[in-house]
Each structure stands twice: as C-alpha cells, then as structure tokens.
C-alpha cells in the first residue's frame, strides 16, 4: 500500500487549495479513505471521510465540526485518487494534512503535505 499527498503549501487567510492523495497496492474503490490532520504540538485528528462508493455513486461523507461547510472530500475511483478541497482557510488550519487508509485491519500513511496558512 502507498499513498501519495500533494498540493500542499502556503496560502492566505480565506484563500483555497485542493490536495490529492494517489494511492496504490489496493483496490482502492472498496476502502473508505480518510485526510486527518496534525498541527504543531497537537495530536493528529481526523479532519474528513468518504465512503467507498455508493450504489447512488456516490460515496458518503463526514467532516470534523471545524472545517464543515469548508472543506470537501472527494475520490475518483478511475484514478485511485482522493481529494480534499479547502475554502475559506483559516490560521487555525495550518497543518501536516495525511492521507489514510485501513486495510487489512493496518492503518497506512502517506508522507504528508505541509499546509500554511497565514498572511
């Protein structure tokens, strides 16, 4: 199992960034995939989850309360991808974000990508 983070970097309060995860050795279309997050001296928390897809074709959703109506998880299944767009972004959402999968019972990591958000 690898899973790639990207699209990371600085930005100014109420600015945007999408970050994508790649993943691969799995079969990515039957896990539920998850971003969290972990600032400086804070433990890691889980910031979204999707689903893997519904027979609506979608999959469902669920958000911390912190970043609701902000943040949007997606996943493209033809490219085992998972997204994780951010609006509105705040000081407070500076952070190392990850991309996480379960297989197997064992939870996989990615690398991380930096988020910075300041003026």
């Known amino acids: 199992v690898q899973l790639v983070e990207s699209g990371g970097g600085l930005v100014q309060p109420g600015g945007s960034l999408r970050l994508s995860c790649a993943a691969s050795?799995?079969?990515?279309?039957?896990?539920?995939m998850r971003w969290f997050r972990q600032a400086p001296g804070k433990e890691r928390e889980l910031v979204a989850t999707?689903?893997?897809?519904?027979?609506?074709?979608?999959?469902?959703?669920n958000y911390a309360d912190s970043v609701k109506g902000r943040f949007t998880i997606s996943r493209d299944n033809a490219k085992n991808t998972v997204y994780l767009q951010m609006n509105s972004l705040k000081p407070e959402d500076t952070a190392v974000y990850y991309c996480?999968?379960?297989?197997?019972?064992?939870?996989?990591w990615g690398q991380g990508t930096q988020v910075t958000v300041s003026s």
């Open positions: 996480n999968v379960v297989v197997s019972l064992r939870p996989y």
């Open positions: 050795g799995f079969t990515f279309s039957i896990y539920p």
């Open positions: 999707i689903s893997s897809i519904s027979s609506t074709g979608a999959g469902n959703t």
